[in-house]
């Protein structure tokens, strides 16, 4: 296991609805990252938080928001629910070092929007 | 065109056979190449990850990078039943002081006893 959590496991929505999804990451880590993936592809990038600032971001519509907080656990909020948004949400924490980081996933939240 | 390619398979082998996962891709920034392997219901997990070109052996998994034909491969010799995953490949090039992972689709490895 990784060391990082997400919550909720599962989570069905309808569209327009807003959901929030929330990540504790691993002991030590300052830099959180959110990743779409939708069935049969890969990790798409939403966006980064370091040190609680966003630090990089993904090509994501302004409804998707993140917040880092003091302990570095992280939330992403996704505004305006729409039926493409249903995916596995994944977020990655890692400690940054000037070079590439082992981000380390979490199990993610998988959302379904009807 | 996807700037990383990745055949989604499914590949299935016997137990013991080797294995040969593979991507390509557009973007010549590319400097960090990696490895990841996902369980069903599960977030990935770095298998591992090499700069720039040559090889790398860690185990039973062999990884190796070709710059010049934009071209990676990982190995896994001795495949087990418990090797069966996807296996998604990612590339990064430094954007802003970090390195952001482009992600392959994943192909889905089936290693039968």
């Known amino acids: 296991e990784t060391g990082v959590t997400q919550s909720p496991t599962h989570l069905i929505k309808t569209r327009g609805q807003q959901v929030t999804l929330r990540c504790s990451s691993q002991?030590?880590?300052?830099?959180v990252s959110w990743y779409q993936q939708a069935l049969g592809q890969g990790p798409q990038f939403i966006f980064q938080y370091y040190r609680e600032e966003e630090n990089g971001r993904g090509n994501f519509p302004p409804r998707f928001s993140g917040l880092q907080f003091p302990n570095y656990s992280s939330e992403l909020n996704v505004n305006a629910l729409e039926l493409d948004d249903s995916a596995l949400y994944l977020c990655?924490?890692?400690?940054?070092?000037?070079?590439?980081?082992?981000?380390?996933f979490g199990p993610g939240t998988r959302l379904l929007v009807l | 065109q996807k700037e990383v390619e990745q055949d989604p398979g499914p590949l299935s082998v016997p137990e013991g056979a080797i294995v040969s996962l593979n991507c390509t891709y557009s973007n010549s920034a590319f400097q960090y190449f990696m490895w990841y392997r996902q369980y069903s219901r599960k977030g990935p997990e770095l298998l591992m990850y090499?700069?720039?070109?040559g090889n790398k052996e860690d185990g039973r998994f062999t990884a190796q990078v070709d710059k010049s034909s934009k071209y990676i491969s990982l190995f896994i010799r001795d495949s087990q039943p418990s090797d069966s995953a996807t296996y998604l490949c990612a590339m990064s090039a430094p954007s802003g002081g970090s390195y952001i992972p482009t992600f392959g689709r994943g192909t889905s490895l089936i290693v039968h006893p």
């Open positions: 090499t700069y720039s070109s």
């Open positions: 002991s030590g880590h300052n830099t």
């Open positions: 990655a924490s890692s400690l940054k070092s000037g070079g590439q980081e082992t981000q380390y």
